[in-house]
């Protein structure tokens, strides 16, 4: 099975940098997405890790370490309209593949 | 940019009563699968389905539910007999390959009374 934790909620300040981080204990563990989910709205992909290290895209940094368990998603330079809740999931392959587990997703608000 | 499309957006049913979720992915993926969102709560996989057949299904994939994929595009979720419990926004989703990123329909809000 598969389990993964992330903080409920964070806060930070506009134009600051957040990091949100995800644990995980899964069995069969091939690599782990972040998503982006406004309110009301469906979540939208914003990073894929399946090699250990930081993958950067723009303002959003996504880092996976597998011995650890662990990965993080940093934001930076925050605006307002980041304020969403961030989803780790975890995906898995052979008799999982393509099943992505999702945590419970940290609601980020950001202010002014 | 393709996306994958959701309808109806809101579906109001009574308890017992069947209900079709419908979808259409996007037209060159081949893995399909339905999430379920309580309000509030975590998105939780359902199925998957691939080459015409389910490829996994989660606990609350019950005999209450099936999925099709009836022609080339649509893809369907039925619950044959809605319970109060199964109120939640369903996300139709779509991936290239297997480990690939999914794409998320808008979701259809279920409600049952």
């Known amino acids: 099975g598969q389990n993964i934790d992330q903080p409920t909620e964070m806060t930070a300040t506009e134009g600051a940098i957040v990091q949100i981080n995800c644990t995980y204990q899964t069995s069969g563990f091939n690599g782990l997405f972040w998503y982006q989910q406004h309110a009301g709205e469906a979540p939208t992909f914003l990073s894929y890790?399946?090699?250990?290290g930081l993958e950067e895209k723009g303002r959003f940094s996504s880092f996976l370490s597998r011995s650890k368990g662990y990965s993080y998603l940093l934001l930076k330079e925050l605006q307002m309209k980041d304020s969403a809740s961030y989803l780790c999931?975890?995906?898995?392959?052979?008799?999982?593949?393509?099943?992505?587990?999702f945590g419970d997703g940290t609601t980020l608000t950001v202010k002014p | 940019e393709p996306e994958v499309t959701q309808t109806p957006s809101h579906q109001v049913t009574q308890m017992g009563q069947e209900v079709i979720l419908r979808c259409v992915p996007i037209?060159?993926?081949?893995?399909f699968y339905w999430y379920r969102q309580i309000l509030g709560q975590k998105v939780e996989f359902l199925v998957s389905?691939?080459?015409?057949?389910?490829?996994?299904k989660s606990e609350i994939f019950d005999d209450q539910f099936s999925v099709e994929r009836p022609d080339g595009s649509n893809f369907t979720l039925k619950i044959r007999s809605t319970k109060l419990e199964d109120s939640a926004m369903y996300f139709c989703?779509?991936?290239?390959?297997?480990?690939?990123?999914?794409?998320f329909g808008n979701g259809t809000r279920l409600t049952v009374t």
């Open positions: 037209s060159n993926h081949l893995y």
């Open positions: 389905f691939y080459n015409n057949e389910i490829s996994e």
């Open positions: 999931a975890g995906d898995s392959y052979g008799t999982n593949a393509g099943k992505s587990t």
């Open positions: 890790n399946v090699l250990d």
């Open positions: 989703a779509s991936s290239q390959s297997e480990n690939s990123p999914l794409h």
